[in-house]
C-alpha cells in the first residue's frame, strides 16, 4: 500500500497516481488546481502554466472535493492541513506552508511525534499550542 492522503473535513483521498490535488486561490481571487508531490519535504509542484503564482503569494489551499479551506488558522494563518496514512496504516497529520515558495513542512505522527521538513521549518513555532486533532 502506498502513502495515501485525505481531507480533514471530508476524508476523501486527495492523491492520484505519485500527485495529490488541491485547489489554490490567489489572494485576487484566480483559482486552478495544483498538483504537488506525495513524497514529504518534496517541493515540486506541477500546474496549469496560465494560472501564475510568484515566490510568496499566500495561497488559500482547498479541498478539491469538499470544497472546504485547509488553512488551520487556530495554530497559524499561513499553514494547511491533510492526514496521511503510511504504508504500515499509520496516520499522521501533514501541516505545510501556505506561501507559495515556501519550504516548510511538519509530520505529526500518534499526536506527539514531530517531523520538520525544508529550509523554511523554522520559521513556525506552533508547538506551544496543541495541535487540533480531527
Not at 472535493?65 to 496504516?89: F, P, S, Y
Request: net charge neutral.
Amino acid at each position: 500500500m502506498k502513502k495515501k492522503y485525505f481531507c480533514p473535513h471530508c476524508k476523501c483521498q486527495l492523491n492520484v497516481g505519485n500527485d495529490i490535488i488541491f485547489t489554490a486561490k490567489k489572494t485576487n481571487g484566480e483559482k486552478g488546481l495544483i498538483l504537488a508531490s506525495q513524497e514529504v519535504g518534496d517541493y515540486s509542484v506541477t500546474k496549469d502554466p496560465l494560472f501564475t503564482m510568484q515566490k510568496g503569494d499566500h495561497l488559500e489551499i482547498i479541498c478539491p472535493v469538499c470544497h472546504k479551506n485547509l488553512r488551520v488558522e487556530k495554530i497559524n494563518e499561513n499553514l494547511a492541513m491533510i492526514l496521511m496514512k503510511d504504508e504500515k496504516g499509520v496516520e499522521s497529520e501533514i501541516y505545510f506552508s501556505e506561501i507559495y515558495g515556501e519550504h516548510c513542512t511538519y509530520k505529526i505522527t500518534n499526536k506527539k511525534k514531530i517531523e520538520m521538513y525544508g529550509e523554511d521549518s523554522h520559521r513556525y513555532n506552533f508547538w506551544g499550542i496543541s495541535p487540533n486533532y480531527y
